[in-house]
């Protein structure tokens, strides 16, 4: 039985990675490991058909170390057993784990020994937060790595790279894929290289030759095999991105029946997780203080659509469309952490006051550290003058509140008080 597209064009040296250049780039810190053979247990973290499985595969290829593939939820600890004699005898097996978040007790007390000593080189890959989810055992044994969805460019070269390799992609089959249908499989998975090969596989092999034996993928096609439809037909590929900027600018100017519009697009491309992702986004960045229960329940209706899935997912989207369109604007959050990251970048930071450094350590007092704090529950309304900037910034105002809401003109108010309170 032949393998998927996917897994035949697996990459077999850090060199034919697509995609994750920040991490497997020429002088970029994995390459370098691998150049060094100085390698690492390490945590791969970030979405589907990113790469977590290619850079394992390609740092063992490059090193030339057993490679061997096991899930913490399915395999057991016999199975991790076999690994460890393998490394026994061999000296180092690189081992994928994949779903290492859910590694148990058991299996990873097991593993810890092997790690310590180096014979298994660990590559955890998980979809979840390693911080949150993964035991810190394991995580201070491992450097952790994000990896990011694919930019099209990177499809793209991949999916050319699949027509063209003879030996284990398309290259001995007459496909002609039409500009639109590349433009729309670099585009459609949402960086999910795995989804693009794979949707072009069944493309291709779903697709009777003509009479010069030439397979000719169109637009209709590829739409067909990945259950999406193209928002235009698109020949740059910008469509997709310039119907979420529509979305997001009806929405913070509050135009239902556009914004209902532009969602209706997207619902047609069943592209729920563009839009859950950017309702998300424009309740905090556009509605924000202005009416936080709003932003709350855009939260809870985005749940309730990925819960639901398509079609009646437009349900509890189109309501949470409908209530931020008509609801009260604020951009001040953003426009309040950008203003602070913007001195943080810049470098335009001094020393935090020795008042609210740490004191839980012998010898802080010594150092002045936290000798003269306030302790804020210990004054009348849990409130007392005191400086918290450093003196660099002390005079510093980012939050420039907006009073388009009544919450966040309370919140401007009390923000009133308290700014000239503490420069009295």
Not at 278 to 304: H, W
Request: proline letters at 5%; a neutral charge; glycine letters at 6%.
């Amino acid at each position: 039985m032949q393998q998927p597209l996917a897994y035949r064009m697996r990459p077999k040296k850090i060199e034919e990675v697509v995609g994750q250049q920040q991490l497997v780039g020429p002088g970029k810190i994995i390459a370098r490991m691998v150049k060094a053979k100085l390698l690492s247990s390490m945590i791969l973290y970030g979405p589907p058909g990113t790469g977590k499985t290619s850079i394992a595969s390609a740092i063992a290829g490059s090193t030339k170390y057993a490679f061997r593939k096991l899930n913490a939820a399915t395999d057991t600890k016999k199975d991790l057993q076999v690994v460890a004699e393998e490394a026994k005898m061999s000296g180092t097996v690189i081992l994928l784990l994949d779903e290492i978040h859910r590694l148990d007790k058991t299996k990873q007390d097991f593993l810890l020994p092997h790690l310590e000593n180096g014979r298994i080189i660990l590559i955890g890959a998980t979809t979840e937060n390693p911080y949150i989810s993964i035991n810190p055992a394991i995580r201070s044994r491992t450097q952790i790595f994000e990896v990011f969805p694919l930019k099209p460019e990177d499809i793209r070269l991949a999916i050319e790279r699949a027509l063209a390799d003879k030996e284990n992609g398309l290259g001995t089959l007459k496909v002609h894929l039409s500009d639109e249908a590349l433009n729309f499989l670099t585009h459609a998975t949402n960086g999910d290289l795995r989804s693009a090969l794979n949707g072009l596989e069944l493309a291709v092999k779903s697709t009777e030759p003509d009479q010069h034996d030439h397979i000719e993928i169109s637009l209709e096609i590829v739409e067909e095999c990945l259950q999406k439809k193209a928002l235009t037909q698109d020949k740059n590929g910008d469509a997709h991105y310039d119907v979420i900027s529509a979305f997001q600018k009806s929405i913070r100017g509050s135009d239902v029946n556009a914004a209902l519009h532009y969602m209706a697009r997207l619902v047609e491309a069943r592209d729920l997780l563009s839009i859950a992702r950017r309702l998300m986004v424009i309740a905090y960045e556009d509605i924000g203080l202005a009416n936080p229960p709003a932003c709350a329940r855009t939260v809870t209706a985005v749940q309730a659509a990925e819960k639901l899935g398509f079609p009646e997912a437009r349900i509890p989207l189109a309501d949470a469309v409908i209530e931020l369109c008509l609801s009260p604007k604020s951009n001040s959050g953003i426009s309040a952490m950008d203003a602070a990251l913007s001195d943080v970048q810049s470098g335009n930071y001094g020393d935090i006051p020795a008042d609210l450094k740490d004191a839980h350590y012998k010898g802080a007092s010594k150092l002045g550290h936290g000798v003269h704090y306030k302790y804020a529950h210990d004054y009348p309304n849990d409130w007392v003058k005191q400086q918290y900037l450093p003196d660099k910034l002390k005079a510093a105002t980012y939050y420039e509140p907006k009073t388009n809401g009544k919450f966040e003109t309370a919140l401007a108010e009390q923000y009133k008080r308290l700014m000239h309170a503490q420069r009295d």
